[in-house]
């Protein structure tokens, strides 16, 4: 239902004037999600005013903006969306808000994209590219570019910016580091709601098996969910995770038919809302790793 | 595949008992109550019931998340709003019933579906059109127990009353029964079968699991209690059979149920001696 209406609105937006942007005044960037919200905020200081359109605990796969949304997206200087994917209503948002080069798709442009071979449809990109941390240094270096490239007389603060946030995400990368040594490898075993967390496993040699596929919306079978129950007992998994934004049943169910423990609630399709203690990349971060660590190093 | 592995080794799992009980016991009491609703000629009514629960359910996982209990109330409330709503316009104004139901359910349905857009919830829409059988809780088949344990209590009390009621409603009339508190038992009685069922089956395929059976077992039966009977029968081989292909083709579990249940009624329609489309037209007297 939802689908055939979004085209309408998206046409709707089509018709109304967009601002021409110049050089003038703040930068008006709209965001796509709460990890971008912050690279925005943290690059674009008081120099940006950022606007975020998918707020915590909305699941990013299946977001879909309201007719005030699409204004606010028509009137912004510049638009930061995840890409790979993530977005699955983007392409038909970017036909309708004006030029392609107002809609900067991050995840598009990253070194390391991983696949994952989708369930009969061959091989599907990973859209949570910003579990891996190098991916995260990327993304604020191309975010200043942008930034720079809309606001030439700005880039200077910009620059300085972005440097300040990527030595905190350099110090973040060591505690990572640090902490996930702990874990002996055969303990490296990830088993969650959906299959969110391949940037992490590669890059700390974690194996990820998950209940759902790439998209919080890909439906698990019966067939896949008694495979899964079979690999913990074979391998003796300690814990089972659950994600701040996907259906709690499979994975109580999970939990029932093993008698594993849950390790705790992971945010793995973005940050937390305010008060949670993952309502910043590092906490998100930190509380991800803290959990995992935490559950699978245990007796 | 061995026979172990084709029957057995699925229900090795906890989840998969519990889905395939959860069928089971709704198979029993959807097998009774689809009969009235066949015979009654209120099979669309129930469609447009199990529509008219999506506001109710939508706003119970807003306000106390998936408890089954909330969802439970939340879905009863609104069906029984349309059934009671309905039943009001068609005696207080010149709307007959058909018409009251059709416009209210889609209003209800339409109110579902905008509250499922408007809010952030991390509702999966398709789980609960379509069920999803990994996700029957203890709580759920707790409510399927009761439910179904309910249904077959009523038709065994007041056999006498729905059967009468059933085929000679003006006769039960004037010898005192009374008609209308039946007809809203019956249409409780539904309300109460589809919310239990909306976890395994989804609430747009939970009639399936009612009507089918029902309807094949009338293609075959002529007396009333051996159309109960074979209709429970033939609920119980879908859902049985249903979860199986659900298991091993990787399908979803409302959709398989329905499909071995849907092939047994077009099976019925076609090859019922007495009843059948081809014993009919071999007979030459197609209406």
């Not at chain 2, 039946?182 to 009612?210: D, E, K, P, R, S």
Request: proline share 4%; with cysteine; hydrophobic share 50%.
């Amino acid at each position: 239902m939802k689908a055939i209406l979004a085209p309408a609105l998206f046409a709707l937006a089509a018709c109304s004037a967009w601002a021409v942007p110049g050089d003038a005044g703040p930068l008006r960037v709209v965001t796509l999600g709460t990890v971008l919200a912050e690279i925005a905020v943290q690059v674009g200081g008081s120099d940006a005013e950022v606007v975020n359109l998918v707020q915590p605990g909305v699941d990013p796969h299946t977001f879909n903006p309201s007719p005030a949304d699409i204004r606010t997206l028509v009137d912004a200087d510049l638009v930061l969306a995840s890409g790979l994917r993530l977005e699955g209503y983007l392409d038909r948002l970017v036909a309708s808000v004006g030029p392609r080069d107002r809609v900067v798709a991050v995840g598009d442009a990253l070194p390391l994209v991983l696949s994952t071979p989708g369930p009969g449809a061959g091989a599907e990109k990973d859209p949570h590219w910003w579990h891996s941390i190098d991916n995260m240094l990327f993304a604020v270096d191309l975010v200043r570019a942008e930034f720079a490239r809309a606001r030439p007389g700005h880039a200077e603060v910009f620059a300085r910016n972005a440097r300040e946030y990527r030595r905190r995400l350099e110090a973040l990368k060591a505690w990572v580091s640090a902490e996930v040594a702990v874990l002996p490898p055969d303990r490296r075993q990830l088993v969650t709601s959906h299959d969110a967390f391949g940037y992490f496993a590669h890059d700390y040699g974690f194996s990820i098996h998950a209940i759902n596929g790439l998209s919080t919306e890909s439906e698990a079978d019966a067939r896949h969910l008694a495979g899964l129950i079979d690999l913990i007992r074979r391998e003796r998994i300690h814990a089972v995770f659950a994600e701040s934004s996907a259906n709690p049943r499979l994975v109580a169910n999970l939990l029932d038919e093993t008698g594993v423990r849950l390790g705790g609630t992971l945010y793995a399709d973005g940050l937390g809302p305010p008060g949670s203690g993952a309502e910043t990349y590092e906490a998100m971060y930190r509380h991800n790793v803290l959990a995992i660590v935490g559950a699978l190093s245990g007796p | 595949m061995s026979l172990h592995d084709l029957l057995i080794a699925p229900f090795t799992y906890e989840f998969m008992r519990r889905g395939l009980l959860s069928a089971i016991l709704l198979g029993v009491s959807g097998g009774l109550l689809g009969c009235v609703l066949v015979l009654r000629r209120l099979a669309l009514m129930g469609d447009a019931l199990s529509h008219s629960l999506l506001p109710g359910v939508a706003a119970a996982w807003l306000l106390f998340g998936t408890s089954t209990v909330a969802l439970f109330f939340g879905g009863l409330i609104a069906g029984l709003l349309t059934a009671l709503g309905s039943a009001m316009i068609s005696r207080l104004t010149r709307v007959k019933e058909d018409a009251a139901f059709g416009s209210l359910f889609i209003v209800f349905f339409g109110a579902g579906v905008a509250l499922i857009s408007k809010l952030p919830t991390r509702l999966n829409l398709a789980d609960f059109l379509f069920g999803n059988v990994l996700g029957v809780s203890g709580s759920d088949l707790r409510l399927a127990l009761a439910v179904s344990g309910c249904t077959a209590a009523v038709f065994i009390i007041f056999y006498r009353s729905i059967l009468l009621e059933t085929f000679d409603p003006v006769f039960h009339r004037a010898t005192g029964g009374r008609g209308g508190l039946v007809h809203m038992g019956f249409l409780t009685l539904t309300v109460l079968n589809l919310v239990a069922a909306m976890q395994t089956m989804g609430i747009v395929l939970a009639l399936g699991l009612f009507l089918l059976p029902a309807v094949s077992a009338y293609l075959w039966c002529d007396r009333f209690i051996s159309m109960l009977l074979l209709s429970v029968g033939l609920a119980l081989l879908g859902s049985v059979v249903g979860i199986l292909v659900s298991f091993h083709a990787g399908l979803a579990s409302g959709a398989a149920i329905v499909l071995c249940l849907g092939f047994v009624f077009i099976a019925s329609a076609l090859f019922s001696p007495r009843h059948g489309a081809l014993g009919a037209l071999r007979r030459g007297d197609a209406r």
